[in-house]
């Protein structure tokens, strides 16, 4: 039976809830760039965050282009991934967190990764929000629903 | 569960949560000893403190932040400031910080009490953490005593627990820490019990001092000692002590007094006491089945047992006892004021004197025979001095982070460095030295004609003010000409000092970060303000003693650089000869001297170059700890031997093995600076911090991976450097 809408977001939720890292995709010039990083989404899930050094390649390529995909995804390098892990990837825009609702959410940030403290509070590190337009969830092997979220 | 229990209730299955002492405390109590009142925070609470604050991560990470065995041990005590700091900063999770502070104002209201560590691992037969493992006494009121249980944990994690845990094999992952909570008992005696002596097992030991246990323990108050005949329970000998002083609770913890004359005079137990001490503790050995070593003290004329334990010492042990080393990376107040007197009334008086008389003697007047015996005597001086350097000056170093743990306890800051800007801005010889460089560079920049004539390497006709400086810098921190061409082979010679203040004439000249005197002022009032009034002497001389040993760090090796420099002048000289003579016969003995020597005319080594590997591997991002904070790019200088700082341009970064202060002159040109050896007080850390710059150290592979040209990008915040366009 196909998820419905509230199921799909249930499944994304505790995906999200159960997860602490996500690849993160950029490019520049046409070469694409693929990332780890340590991301929190927010409960509407409209907004994925994450934090990174400002001296990065995935910072310089957002910076040129600031269209990215995010992947979070259960497996744990079993056999049984294929039919029994869950697979998201997040379309959208980032763009940096600045002014008052950066503390904000630096707070549910540091709630979910408490250990980054001394990381995300860096000068030299900026905290990125994914604006997202899309979610595509795989599981069961090849089954594929998409979600694209009101703009 | 039972977060907290009291030795009543502490099962046989509950030593590895209440660890060695705890569970000693409770057997004890359960054999009709008289103990203290207690309880015991277990191991439980340590695991979901750490485990809810997401400190059992950050701990691993910033343990991990480079293989252990690749930190030097300064790196591993910076490793260890910033946990105990973390310890201190991270407030309770809801519900524990409730029920802790609820069972110790329960039990202890007002009452002073100890705070002892209790380690699972802690007291058994194969390993002893005794003194490795904080404990604090005399410690009163909820709040108080819940930080104290933070620095017992946060010990866990202490420099010398880390490599003694190491050491003995023990994985400091699974390291936890149960913390025992006791009345004071405010003895007028005490003393320790060795049941069985460790070097004759037919005796026991007992040593008894005046006062609390602490001076004891601490090897601040000299004991009585008894040798006790085990079989007949008999004295074999007294050796009475020196009876000067005591231990005794003072308003915060407690302190050393003078020992009342009446006291002074008598032996803190009579013999009747050293037989019921004596008895009591073969009773406690009877009940652990082991040879004990029991610590006591007399609340009247109660005996009250206030901790027991294996000894790991005895002769049949298979494992010999390396506390003793780790223990000694610590250093007292007390032994640094002494060692603070003799480097400033002696050693530094001394070295100076020594680098002017030799300076004194006129080299090229002496006889090839005599200057073969003034060699050896300059290397003889060099190498006392270096030797002095390594057993005196170094262990002066434990002054700054003396006062860095006292401030971090004291203010519990975010930043664990915070300490530093109240040391900064000492009157450094070696800010002296490039704040006289930069007023060179400034007349150099003004005047065209003088530039083009040092340019052209004509300084015959200098203007006579100039030349006197000049003269006055050489006199003070020589010509820059060994620092500059390299040690062993250099060439003297006023060129580099002139190619060096061009580059800086050339461009405007960084300047110390400045004063920063509101920070400093509220650092100062924020330190003093976490003391009570009669602590407040003491803090202000420990911040006294820590300016000065701060300073020191980087004076002791201009000082020491002066003697050496001698020793060059007079190998220099012999070169000389030896290239206009050779053949001759007294050439041999000027040359017998330079091998004698190690002067010979070796090539200095020179790492190989990697490029071919370079080029299918190369770092982007080279991960140390962040020793400077800011973020700056430019291109890499990379110091692999001295003639590399002649071509030191500006705004370049400084990247080299280890800075010394008899290099840091081209630090004033920088733009960041990056080390490969790693701490925190490393001299490259403390020149860039009072110039404000941005360094890392620490970074292994540093002066390999990066090679001069590359475009580097030095993150002090986070220390990582990273290689390439960063886009910033």
């Known amino acids: ?151 | 569960m039972n977060w907290i229990l009291p030795p009543e209730e502490i099962q046989s299955g509950d030593r590895h949560r209440v660890g060695g002492k705890g569970y000693a405390l409770s057997l004890l109590a359960k054999n009709g000893f008289r103990i203290p009142r207690t309880i015991c925070i277990t191991s439980d609470v340590y695991h979901e403190f750490v485990q809810r604050t997401g400190l059992r991560e950050r701990i691993l990470l910033e343990l991990h932040r480079k293989d252990f065995k690749a930190m030097r041990w300064e790196e591993i005590w910076d490793c260890a400031t910033r946990i105990r700091n973390m310890f201190l900063n991270k407030p309770f999770p809801d519900g524990l910080a409730q029920e802790i502070r609820t069972a110790i104002g329960d039990r202890f209201r007002d009452q002073p009490v100890a705070v002892r560590s209790s380690a699972p691992e802690e007291d058994d037969a194969r390993s002893s953490f005794a003194g490795l493992h904080e404990s604090f006494i005399n410690v009163a009121g909820v709040d108080s005593i819940v930080k104290h249980i933070r620095l017992v944990w946060a010990s866990l994690w202490s420099d010398a627990a880390l490599l003694y845990r190491q050491e003995i094999g023990l994985d400091v992952e699974k390291s936890s820490m149960a913390v025992v909570v006791q009345e004071t008992v405010a003895g007028d005696r005490s003393g320790v019990v060795f049941t069985k002596n460790p070097n004759d097992e037919n005796q026991g030991i007992i040593e008894s001092v005046y006062g609390l246990n602490q001076g004891l323990v601490d090897g601040t108050v000299a004991p009585d000692r008894w040798i006790m005949d085990r079989a007949r329970n008999t004295i074999v000998t007294h050796t009475p002590a020196e009876r000067k002083h005591w231990m005794i609770p003072g308003s915060k913890g407690v302190y050393l007094a003078k020992l009342p004359e009446d006291k002074s005079a008598q032996p803190p137990l009579t013999p009747q006491d050293v037989d019921y001490v004596f008895k009591t503790a073969r009773q406690a050995e009877v009940s652990f089945k082991a040879p004990q070593d029991v610590e006591w003290t007399f609340d009247r004329d109660t005996l009250v047992l206030l901790q027991s334990r294996p000894i790991t010492t005895l002769r049949s042990a298979d494992k010999k006892d390396e506390r003793g080393w780790y223990l000694s990376l610590h250093r007292s107040f007390d032994n640094l004021k002494n060692l603070r007197r003799k480097i400033e009334d002696e050693l530094i008086p001394g070295m100076i004197a020594a680098a002017e008389s030799l300076r004194a003697i006129d080299l090229a007047g002496l006889p090839d025979q005599d200057l073969a015996a003034e060699i050896r005597k300059r290397w003889e001086i060099n190498h006392k001095w270096a030797n002095i350097y390594w057993a005196d000056f170094i262990p002066y170093a434990h002054g700054v982070r003396l006062f860095g743990q006292v401030y971090n306890d004291a203010v519990q800051p975010d930043d664990p460095y915070e300490f530093i800007d109240l040391l900064t801005n000492t009157d450094m010889a070696s800010i002296a030295r490039n704040n006289m460089l930069m007023e060179l560079a400034g007349i150099i920049r003004s005047d065209q004609r003088l530039a083009e004539k040092l340019r052209q390497g004509d300084d015959a006709d200098l203007d006579a003010s100039f030349r006197s400086k000049i003269d006055e810098f050489i006199e003070k921190f020589g010509d820059l000409s060994c620092s500059v061409t390299g040690g062993k082979n250099c060439v003297l010679g006023t060129g580099p000092l002139y190619r060096l203040l061009l580059e800086m004439a050339e461009h405007p000249a960084l300047t110390e970060s400045g004063r920063k005197d509101d920070r400093i002022k509220h650092l100062r009032q924020k330190y003093f303000n976490s003391f009570d009034n009669d602590q407040n002497k003491r803090a202000q001389e420990l911040l006294e003693l820590a300016r000065s040993s701060y300073q020191l760090r980087d004076d002791d090796n201009i000082y020491l650089g002066r003697i050496e420099a001698q020793l060059l002048a007079a190998v220099q000289e012999a070169k000389r000869r030896l290239e206009e003579h050779s053949g001759r016969q007294a050439s041999e003995t000027l040359k017998k001297v330079l091998e004698d020597v190690d002067f010979g005319t070796k090539s200095p080594k020179v790492d190989p170059d990697s490029n071919a590997i370079r080029d299918k591997l190369r770092a982007r991002q080279l991960v140390g700890q962040p020793a400077g904070p800011g973020i700056a790019k430019g291109r890499a200088r990379v110091i692999q031997k001295h003639s590399d700082l002649a071509d030191f341009k500006h705004g370049e970064v400084l990247v080299c093995d280890a800075v010394d202060p008899n290099i840091t002159f081209v630090v004033p040109l920088a733009t960041a600076v990056v080390e490969r050896r790693g701490g925190m007080l490393i001299h490259g850390a403390i020149i860039a911090r009072e110039y404000g710059l941005p360094c890392i150290t620490g970074i292994p592979d540093a002066t390999t991976l990066v090679k001069t040209g590359d475009e580097i990008t030095v993150d002090g915040y986070l220390g990582i450097v990273t290689l390439g366009d960063t886009g910033l």
């Not at chain 1, 990174?52 to 979070?72: C, E, F, G, L, S």
Request: aromatic residues 10%; contains cysteine; neutral net charge.
């Open chain 1, 1 to 151: 039976m196909m998820d419905t809408n509230e199921k799909f977001r249930m499944r994304l939720a505790e995906l999200f809830r159960t997860q602490n890292l996500a690849a993160l995709s950029t490019h520049q010039a046409g070469q694409p760039y693929a990332s780890l990083v340590a991301f929190y989404a927010a409960d509407d899930l409209k907004h994925i965050y994450f934090v990174t050094p400002k001296t990065t390649r995935k910072y310089a390529n957002i910076t040129a282009d600031n269209r990215v995909a995010v992947m979070v995804n259960s497996s744990t390098n079993k056999a049984s991934d294929f039919h029994q892990a869950i697979s998201v990837t997040a379309v959208g825009k980032v763009e940096e967190v600045v002014g008052s609702d950066r503390d904000l959410i630096l707070e549910q940030y540091l709630a979910k990764h408490p250990y980054l403290e001394e990381f995300v509070r860096s000068p030299s590190c900026a905290l990125l929000k994914v604006a997202v337009n899309s979610y595509y969830m795989v599981k069961n092997f090849q089954n594929v629903m998409e979600l694209h979220l009101e703009p």
